[in-house]
């Protein structure tokens, strides 16, 4: 079980060989790494489930290989988007290995080892999250990392310090840990180490991360989108191909803008920025990761709060909405996405 999506295991996957798996999308959501938060967004899981499927349906028609096997109908029959009579929260997937790096602390730092990672693994999880950056809207987590010193211009190929809302000449690519209790970012030469990857693979990552991005852009621009920021997952498959796996191109996994206003999580992100639990959240990691703590959700001192109702209802149409856009279907019942958003920038006045 994941904060917003359940697996179902159908068939496991061996050292050699891939397994299969079925993705249940759930309404539930997370933000800030908490995992599930104290209220659901109605239709969100079929939404997301959709957008996913489109993309991944695109990205294999343009000979990316992804983990992907159709959507499950109501009559529990494997189908194509296209195929889909009613909204489905069920995909099928090929299913690989996750190894856990091995986590100790040493000198009350939290250490982790990757050594089970080496260019001869196969049919497994890549332990990265691959990001893409055409822009740099407000709340991007590039701003903050810059001000922190963790990150500098060099390492982003800038010539400037970047303004909120800023559009890049050409796409920053990014790079994270996955399988940590909290993604921390990395250098593509430590991502290389952790990963257990040659040059080749390295450079074939980046070429796959570019072909999502551009793929994900023309979808998105359909619903009048623009692909801001996201994110992908990549596995090795049993013959130690590169294939995209998880979900790709939904609100969850990607930053996306209408008319400058966003229609991501990002919206829900940031609700919870002007609450008092979002203070004790960043003192929390703050002192997990000065202590060596991993369970930083333990020195929380507070629970989230609610979504509020007005806003929540907002959030549900706005993922039903672009699900419908994003592949010119209208399997959801909700008003145009140019509607929501109008109605948000009226929210946001009061």
Request: hydrophobic share 35%.
């Amino acid at each position: 079980m994941g904060s917003v999506k359940d697996l179902e295991v159908i068939k496991k996957p061996t050292r050699d060989v891939m397994g299969i798996g079925r993705f249940h999308f759930s309404d539930r959501y997370s933000v800030f790494d908490w995992g599930e938060m104290p209220d659901h967004i109605d239709g969100k899981g079929a939404a997301l489930c959709l957008m996913g499927a489109y993309c991944f349906e695109h990205l294999e028609r343009k000979g990316v290989k992804t983990h992907y096997r159709g959507l499950v109908d109501t009559n529990g029959k494997v189908v194509k988007c296209n195929e889909l009579k009613q909204p489905s929260s069920i995909m099928e997937v090929s299913l690989v290995n996750v190894y856990k790096p091995q986590t100790s602390v040493v000198n009350g730092k939290i250490v982790h080892d990757y050594s089970v990672y080496t260019p001869k693994l196969k049919n497994c999880l890549i332990p990265l999250e691959i990001i893409y950056r055409n822009g740099l809207p407000e709340g991007s987590s590039v701003f903050k990392r810059l001000q922190q010193g963790k990150i500098t211009l060099d390492d982003l190929g800038l010539d400037h310090y970047p303004k909120p809302g800023e559009q890049l000449a050409k796409p920053i690519f990014d790079v994270s840990t996955k399988l940590e209790e909290s993604d921390r970012y990395v250098t593509w030469q430590e991502a290389q180490k952790i990963a257990g990857l040659t040059d080749q693979e390295l450079a074939d990552v980046k070429a796959v991360l570019l072909k999502a991005d551009e793929t994900i852009t023309e979808v998105a621009s359909k619903a009048g989108l623009k692909n801001e920021d996201g994110k992908i997952e990549l596995a090795f498959d049993d013959k130690r191909k590169l294939m995209i796996v998880d979900v790709v191109g939904t609100l969850d996994e990607c930053r996306f803008t209408y008319d400058g206003v966003h229609v991501s999580k990002e919206v829900a992100r940031q609700f919870y920025k002007k609450t008092s639990w979002y203070t004790d959240l960043e003192q929390a990691k703050k002192a997990g990761e000065a202590k060596g703590i991993q369970d930083w959700k333990a020195l929380c001192k507070s629970q989230p709060p609610k979504l509020d109702p007005q806003l929540k209802t907002i959030i549900s149409e706005m993922y039903m909405a672009a699900a419908n856009e994003m592949t010119n279907r209208k399997l959801f019942d909700a008003p145009k996405l140019s509607e929501v958003i109008a109605k948000y920038k009226e929210y946001m006045k009061e």
